[in-house]
């Protein structure tokens, strides 16, 4: 353990981990839209199957403990595809916004990123994200949490 220049230990400051600021917006303006939408697969920390492995659900030690990635449960509202529409929307808004604050989205079997101009492409992962939409955030997100301007979320097209 390094020693301070009077000789005690020095302590490492733990950050309790936080949602990047672009998370914390959409998952607002979502919580606006939907009001009455399920919860019960949203998230935004990771469990232990996500400790052990690469997550953007896992806190960014080397960045305050900053988390970068969002779960929002499908059942948003009677019509069962409306969260198809969601994530299509967030997904031309990733594509269009000049701020590049989203990394990917997967939803349903499916994902979208900047690597095919954010085309929908099969995911085979081991979670289809049937039950939520996932979205990550790049480190841009971690302090700009300005409005997404996504229409089914009150925004401009």
Request: charged share 25%; proline share 0%.
């Given at each position: 353990m390094r020693k301070l220049a009077n000789g005690l230990p020095h302590q490492r400051t733990l950050v309790k981990p936080h949602l990047c600021k672009a998370g914390v917006q959409l998952r607002e303006q979502i919580d606006d839209s939907y009001p009455e939408r399920d919860r019960s697969s949203d998230g935004w920390i990771g469990d232990a199957k996500h400790q052990s492995s690469k997550s953007d659900h896992n806190p960014d030690l080397a960045n305050n403990s900053i988390v970068r990635a969002v779960d929002i449960d499908?059942?948003?509202?009677?019509?069962?595809?409306?969260?198809l529409y969601l994530a299509d929307q967030?997904?031309?808004?990733a594509k269009r916004e000049k701020k590049k604050r989203i990394a990917y989205v997967i939803h349903n079997h499916k994902i979208a990123s900047p690597i095919l101009n954010w085309r929908w492409r099969k995911?085979?992962?081991s979670n289809p994200h049937t039950s939520h939409i996932h979205i990550s955030f790049t480190p841009k997100g971690d302090a700009?949490?300005?409005f997404f301007e996504i229409p089914l979320l009150g925004g401009k097209q």
């Open positions: 499908s059942d948003l509202s009677s019509h069962k595809s409306e969260s967030i997904r031309l808004y995911y085979s992962g700009d949490g300005s």
